[in-house]
């Protein structure tokens, strides 16, 4: 099949990009073949070897085989989707189709099969509903799931990515299993910082991962007026924000995620309706969304239309506003105790609060000594200083006192732990 799509670009960047566009609209289809670099070089006015360099993104990528003689061509299953339709019909009408290798429906107890996997429209038409966010939305098993996927689709080790500071620890685990360098930006009440993030810039960072709301462990948010501040430094990274504590906020959402070159944002199901769901709605730009799909569509295929239904039947039946305000006034009760005995916490929103400490490590088997378990900071920071975690989520009326005096000594003991007694 020769190519009837017009590729452009001036760089090996651009012009893969282009190549990638074709087969995400489906104007190039598996198969096709590629101008030969000499040819597709004189047609853009750019050197054979830029041309050799987008040829090689692409075949690393998976996107495309080179063999011989005949040339470079798109391959017959690339980890891209093709979003105009995601669904490819392979036996042509009219034919009796044993071509499927699936298995016959009317044998299965479950509903659907291979071909018929992916986000149901039903979902989709919700998810866009529920989320103030244009661009292309699709579904993946959680919010982790949907970073990892993301920083794949996009980054490579060694790749500099900013992260909050103190941050979510599963998150830091990640960058490491990637081979990704963290860059710490430190963060307040109202987000990560101007300053901070100014200053990753300056180091060079590709990616930059923020919480919307309920930032773990300190309960920050992102305010209007931070969201406003930091939207125009965005706009030459990859940005993916999570949004985890979701229809349990009791703040406005004020997103930054698509004001980055390349973005996610992800909304996950875990703490409004179960961690078990193993179900996030991610929205996104469309490359980043048909890269995560394609990808998707050669491991776990898709998020199991079983959890999906489940999904969509919560969604409508389940109000998860009253729960949040009750962890609304679990969180106020604890720090209003702590703020009587003059300690300062950081928990704005969320279920958990940080509460800074000289010593972690005193801290933590005070607190265990009165009977209560608690995080030791060191899972969440890089270059912030020390603090422990405490989760709100399940305190009872009766807890707060025991535990705002227990927090007291804590802070005492390692005061006094670092003027050496
Ligand atoms: C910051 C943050 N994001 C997301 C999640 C939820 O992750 P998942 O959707 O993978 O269950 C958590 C859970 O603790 C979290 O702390």
Known sequence: VAVQYRLSGDTATTIAASVEQGVREQALLPGSALPAVRTLAADLGVSPATVAAAYQRLRQRGIVSTAGRNGTRIRSATPISALRSARQIIAPEGLRDLASGAPDPAELPLPGNYRDGGVLPGVLAAARKRLPLKGSFTLVSGALDGMDRVLLAHLRPGDRVGVED?????????????????VPVPVDDDGPTVAGLKSALDSGISALIVTARAQNPTGGSISAARAKALR????????????????????????????????????????PFGPDLRCAVLAGDAETVSRVEGRMRLGAGWVSTVLQRELLRLWSTFDPAPAGRRYD???????????????????????????PVPDETKAVSVLRDAGFAVAPGHLFRLTSPPGIRVTIATVTETDVEPLAEAIAAATETGLRGMLGR
């Open 166 to 182: 103190p941050g979510w620890a599963a998150c830091l685990d990640l960058l490491a299993m990637q081979g990704l360098v963290p």
């Open 232 to 271: 125009p430094l965005l706009t030459g990274l990859l940005v993916i924000e999570d949004d985890h504590a979701a229809e349990l906020a009791g703040v406005p959402l004020h997103p930054v995620a698509d004001a980055g070159a390349h973005w996610a944002f992800i909304r996950s199901a875990s703490k």
């Open 329 to 355: 006034s679990r969180r106020a009760a604890v720090l209003t105790a702590l703020a009587r005995r003059g300690i300062t916490a950081l928990g704005k929103t969320g279920i958990n609060i940080w509460v």
